[in-house]
């Protein structure tokens, strides 16, 4: 009996993936458009041209250089499973963002065949991809398709078999960094040939292994056995190369970012030369926005005045429902407090639960309520109309240099509206370390329990007199 063809279906999160998974296995995978959605790997199975074969639902990531459990899942699946051909579902409206991920998978193996999903959206944005000029660049077969009308996905499949079963060779572009880098990789890539039987392309392990990932050391450990970095010709070449990068100033983080930084170069290149927008009415009033919003002289001033707004808008705003939510409170208790005196209980039990227990609780709530009321509906208006996405870019080398993450930078505007928002709003930040910065820090900054309109303080302080 002939095994199955295996298929691995990997692309960023929110592109179809698991509605393409569905149009071909039949199967009824939930989808969503929140990231990290599918964390767990899907199976289903399909049968085409005399041969059976396995779908695999690999967790949507952007990067195989991993920072969150979906993407260290994926990565490592793709790095040291067996299969016969990858699917890279793309994004046709955005294929800037997404071709980093084909670029960093077809570095892994040449089994690859780029699905460009959402076609009719890139119709409907007046966004056209030249597939023939795509495949060129990449080396291997893409196609164009619309996976929840099913159109395209027929020569997907016929595509796949080719791959799957040998038929077509593809010759994917070699991706080369600068030449120090070129040099560590060639020297570690010796190392592995001694030591490493797979057929996946050694290049990407040895990047893998001068990124000195402690989840892909781990991973690659696991795989290969304990004992592969006592090799002494890996070891040897391995430490040598380290230590040539660093004298270089490329280790660690500067490593990376000199990766990513010819990557990006690269997608950059690929889009200009095989995308062709027209672009819309609302496109050239974004790309206004962004001049003003991301310009380098002026981001900074027009986000301080924002902010300062929205603040002053929250404060002014929150006195005039302050005052009435006092006063009917004051009226309140009164009315409780003789009603229950009526009720013959007892004086000093009206003390404690009106004038004590009750007041404290509706002092709170109408410092609280109203600039909460107003802050955070106008915090969801930024996000609405893209500003907010824009300040965090602006402000995320701020928050780097400063050993932070830059998705901090929403964590910490969230916290001026409440504390207890923004630290909750810290899990969307992946690394643990960052995280408990972000929460620290959302902590300590002002909010609307510790920084109310200055006349709600006095008023507040006159009648404790």
């Known amino acids: 009996m002939k095994r199955k063809k295996r298929v691995l279906l990997m692309g960023n999160p929110n592109v179809g993936k698991s509605t393409v998974f569905n149009e071909i296995t039949g199967s009824h995978q939930h989808t969503g458009n929140w990231t990290g959605k599918t964390v767990d790997i899907a199976k289903g199975e ?4 005399f041969s059976n074969y396995e779908l695999i639902d690999l967790p949507g990531t952007y990067s195989l250089l991993s920072s969150s459990e979906e993407e260290r899942l994926a990565r490592d699946y793709l790095c040291f499973e067996d299969y016969d051909c990858v699917v890279c579902v793309v994004d046709a409206t955005n294929l800037l963002r997404n071709l980093n991920l084909v670029l960093q998978v077809i570095e892994v193996t040449d089994k690859v065949v780029v699905l460009l999903n959402l076609a009719d959206e890139a119709r409907k944005k007046n966004i056209d991809v030249d597939i023939q000029g795509l495949s060129r660049f990449l080396g291997v077969p ?3 398709a619309t996976a929840r009308s099913g159109k395209g ?5 016929e595509q796949v078999h080719l791959v799957s079963n040998g038929t077509v060779k593809n010759e994917v572009k070699t991706l080369f960094y600068i030449n120090d880098i070129e040099s560590a990789v060639k020297q570690v890539t010796k190392g592995l040939k001694c030591t490493v039987d797979t057929d996946k392309n050694l290049r990407f392990f040895a990047l893998r292994l001068l990124e000195n990932d402690d989840s892909f050391n781990r991973s690659f450990k696991k795989h290969f056995g304990d004992g592969i970095f006592l090799n002494g010709t890996l070891r040897g070449n391995l430490n040598k190369a380290k230590c040539d990068l660093a004298q270089l100033g490329l280790n ?11 990557i990006f170069d690269v997608t950059n290149s690929i889009v200009e030369h095989t995308v062709k927008q027209l672009p ?4 050239q009033r974004e790309k206004k926005l962004d001049r003003i919003l991301m310009g380098k002289y002026t981001s900074i001033p027009v986000m301080l005045l924002l902010f300062g707004v929205v603040l002053w808008i929250t404060i002014a705003g929150s006195n005039y429902p302050s005052d009435f939510l006092r006063t009917a409170f004051d009226r309140f208790e009164v009315w409780l407090a003789d009603s229950m005196i009526n009720l013959g209980v007892s004086q000093t039990i009206v003390s404690l639960l ?3 227990v009750l007041r404290v609780l509706l002092w709170v709530v109408a410092v609280m309520l109203p600039p909460m009321a107003i802050f955070f509906p106008l915090f969801a208006l930024l996000e609405d109309f893209g500003i907010l996405p824009r300040i965090a870019f602006n402000l995320d080398g701020a928050f780097e240099r400063c050993g932070a993450c830059g998705k901090q930078a929403l964590t910490t505007c969230m ?5 207890a928002v923004g630290v909750t709003g810290c899990r969307i930040i992946d690394s643990p370390r960052e995280r408990l910065v972000a929460i620290i820090t959302n902590s300590l900054s002002p909010c609307n329990g510790r920084f109310p309109p200055p006349t709600l303080w006095q008023l507040l302080w006159l009648k404790r007199i």
């Open 354 to 356: 009106v004038n004590g």
């Open 280 to 283: 819309s009415k609302k496109e």
């Open 153 to 157: 996905i027929n020569e997907l499949l």
């Open 46 to 49: 399909y049968y085409y041209k």
């Open 415 to 419: 916290g001026y509206g409440c504390n």
């Open 252 to 262: 660690n983080d500067n490593f990376v970012k000199s990766i990513t930084s010819s």
């Open 142 to 144: 893409v196609v164009k």
